[in-house]
């Protein structure tokens, strides 16, 4: 079962969002616009009921300036369900999709309330639904078309009614019409078979994971492979059936077998208890061996010095953490090959709050290339402020969270289709030039992105910004490696709604490659005339309600007046730089304009 759309409405910065969801994603997004709170409406709804009734609190609910919410709606909707659990739900599962939803609110006594439904189909006419409230009253069903197939005469039970429905819809299947709506459900059945969900926090205890007992990682790591072992290994077998014969020691085959010290305490027992009429017994259960296994386990890291995990550093915490997922994943998946489907009784949904957090750059995009693998196998999601942790390349992963203001509420947008579809240069482009690069990727965590031609632009922009004192750290200037890419750039952004502007150079056609010029170059003529045209198809590219261009004349070079002699000793970057780090160097008003624009 794979959890493939999510609505959330009411739950703290949330007034009402939609989403699509796929096996991996990345939330990205500003500092206090939800993207955590996607995450904690995902655990609310995954915990079972007597957990999310402790959890619920007059604080989860949103609280908009116009209007409050007075109720939590939070509906998913599963598919890949196995035989196993289309078998189980069954009365709920439509065309091999399961759609849950939940409501949750609290009363005018402080008392939290959950209800769960399901998303059936039923037939439009009232009348040929199980539940019908008038089957029983032969004046009004004698008049419907199910008549034919009701007893004649005495009363209608209610399974005459319901059998009559069953005929009925047989004969006339194609005729009737259908139509979807929510049913309450009983919620015992419904959570033994939604996927766990597992949230990792940001701020989180290694101590907590690598704990033997509970839902830690560590204990399910464990599970895993002592189910494994005892499946597999005879010596297994044999020690589980020692223990048992070790309770029959304790208990007896019958009460006056029990041993004597056992049955002393209890007598001692019931004398503290006589005035309370009372009796008492002991009773020894054997101990499953998976659980005496997992409590005598322990985890050493030794880096020179064996310790507890919980001595090292976080960033050695946080790398056994993914460790453990990695192993977790790698033996479910080998049990699943092996033809162990017991094992994977029920899907699992990991969560991730800032991965990034004490790692390494390196060790964050090493595993961010994990977590993609391991979502092969069960669904990973991560909330990220890191670009190493996310991917240009991997666009239709991302969900950009914003709240756009208190009132609208926390909202989530995602790109699913294929940006470059049908053209295999641009795309084959725009992966070459993404690769890796972290820069880049940081125009998804902008408040604006500007996109230039190089890396002049990109050196010397903020430096001129805080020379004129508008710099702003929330927009990003993204070196786009030429003009023939800023079109690839502004497509990622016109699909993920991100404000931009754009700053190109006009590249006029040099009258002298003409024909009867002095320079006169055919090839070089054909390159100029095709970079002067791009500036059209830049213009054509480029949404006006969330870009904007600026065309500089000529060359950026020419406009930051470095001459050619330092351009070509420093490198043009530089050169621009150690002009303009010179506070006496005056800033020219055109290149003054351009800077106040961008960071507007």
């Known amino acids: 079962m794979k959890l493939r759309w999510l609505r959330i409405r009411g739950f703290k910065s949330v007034r009402e969002l939609t989403l699509d969801i796929d096996d991996f994603l990345c939330f990205v997004g500003q500092n206090n616009h939800g993207k955590s709170n996607v995450f904690y409406a995902l655990e609310l709804f995954f915990s079972p009921y007597q957990s999310a009734i402790r959890k619920l609190n007059r604080e989860m609910f949103y609280k908009g300036p116009a209007e409050s919410a007075n109720e939590i709606i939070i509906e998913c909707r599963f598919e890949q369900l196995s035989d196993v659990e289309i078998e189980k739900l069954r009365d709920w599962v439509i065309d091999g999709t399961l759609t849950i939803s939940k409501r949750y609110w609290i009363d005018e006594d402080n008392k939290p309330h959950i209800t769960y439904y399901a998303l059936i189909r039923v037939p439009k006419e009232e009348w040929l639904r199980k539940n019908y409230g008038n089957y029983n009253n032969r004046e009004i069903v004698s008049k419907l078309p199910i008549a034919k197939f009701l007893p004649k005469t005495g009363r209608i039970s209610r399974e005459a009614y319901n059998n009559a429905i069953e005929e009925f819809l047989q004969k006339y299947s194609n005729e009737i019409e259908w139509i979807e709506e929510l049913e309450e459900i009983p919620r015992q059945v419904i959570d033994r078979l939604l996927p766990e969900f597992y949230l990792v926090p940001a701020v989180r205890d290694i101590t907590e994971e690598t704990k033997t007992t509970g839902h830690s990682l560590l204990s399910r790591v464990l599970s895993v492979i002592i189910k494994r072992i005892a499946e597999q290994n005879p010596a297994f077998h044999r020690l589980q059936k020692t223990v048992q014969e070790i309770k029959t020691v304790i ?6 077998e029990k041993l004597e010290e056992i049955r002393e305490l209890e007598e001692k027992l019931t004398q503290e208890l006589k005035h309370w009429n009372v009796g008492l017994s002991i009773h020894v259960e054997a101990p499953d061996i998976e659980k005496l296994f997992q409590l005598g386990t322990t985890i050493v890291l030794d880096d020179g010095i064996p310790t507890s995990v919980s001595e090292k550093g976080h960033g050695l915490q946080r790398a056994l953490l993914f460790a453990l997922l990695r192993v977790w994943a790698a033996e479910l998946k080998r049990m699943q090959a092996e033809g162990a489907s017991d094992i994977r009784e029920r899907s699992h949904i990991f969560a991730f709050e800032e991965p990034e957090l004490f790692l390494h750059p390196q060790v964050a995009r090493l595993t961010y290339e994990s977590l993609k693998e391991i979502s092969q196998t069960d669904q990973i999601f991560i909330c990220t402020h890191s670009p190493h942790f996310i991917n240009i390349e991997d666009y239709r992963h991302i969900v950009i969270i914003k709240k756009p203001d208190l009132e609208t509420g926390t909202k ?10 049908g053209d295999s240069d641009k795309k084959r482009r725009f992966n070459m030039i993404q690769f890796f690069n972290p820069d880049r990727n940081e125009l998804f965590f902008a408040r604006k992105v500007v996109l230039v031609e190089g890396p002049t632009e990109k050196a010397v922009l903020p430096l ?9 750290h929330s927009v990003s200037i993204i070196d786009c490696g030429g003009k ?13 709604r991100i404000p931009y502007l754009v700053i190109h150079d006009e590249d006029p056609i040099d009258p002298e490659l003409q024909p009867g010029g ?3 170059n055919p090839d070089k003529l054909k390159q100029a005339v095709r970079t002067y045209q791009e500036n059209e198809r830049i213009k054509e590219v480029v949404d006006p309600e969330i870009g904007e261009i600026i065309v ?3 060359e ?8 050619r002699s330092q351009a070509e000793k420093l490198g043009k970057p530089l050169a621009a730089v150690e002009k303009y780090s010179n506070e006496d160097v005056k800033i020219p008003e055109d290149l003054k304009k351009i800077v106040i624009k961008v960071y507007e």
Request: hydrophobic fraction near 40%; include cysteine; aromatic fraction near 14%.
């Open 484 to 496: 023939f890419n800023l079109t690839l750039y502004i497509t990622v952004l016109n699909a993920f």
């Open 552 to 554: 500089v004349e000529g």
């Open 518 to 520: 002095s320079r006169y």
């Open 251 to 256: 208990e007896g085959k019958t009460p006056d």
């Open 412 to 421: 989530a947008h995602r790109v699913q289709n294929e940006l470059f579809e």
């Open 556 to 563: 950026f070079e020419d406009l930051l007046g470095v001459s």
């Open 464 to 472: 001129l910004g805080r020379r004129i004192g508008c710099f702003d």
